[in-house]
């Protein structure tokens, strides 16, 4: 069976810790939930992503050079 999260074209998934996470809701001063979601089961998360966890994924962007998003993990 193929592993879809270590694809080249996945971008990089990570939970965001406390400390990032409060950084980031304070720099653009909204919660959690107003951020876009993404299901539990998507095969790009991390193994160790709950319900609730803050993921952040990097992409490669043409005029940025990457491109950060956040996600809420959801069921």
Sequence with gaps: M???SQHDMVPDH??????????VMEEY??????LPKIKR?????????EVGDV???????RTTDTATTYRL???
């Design 2 to 4: 193929v592993d879809v």
């Design 14 to 23: 990570s939970i965001v810790d406390d400390e990032e996470l409060d950084g």
């Design 29 to 34: 001063d909204i919660k959690p939930t107003d």
């Design 41 to 49: 089961t998507d095969a790009a998360l991390p193994d160790d992503a």
């Design 55 to 61: 993921i952040k994924i990097v992409r490669d962007s």
């Design 73 to 75: 993990v959801v069921e």
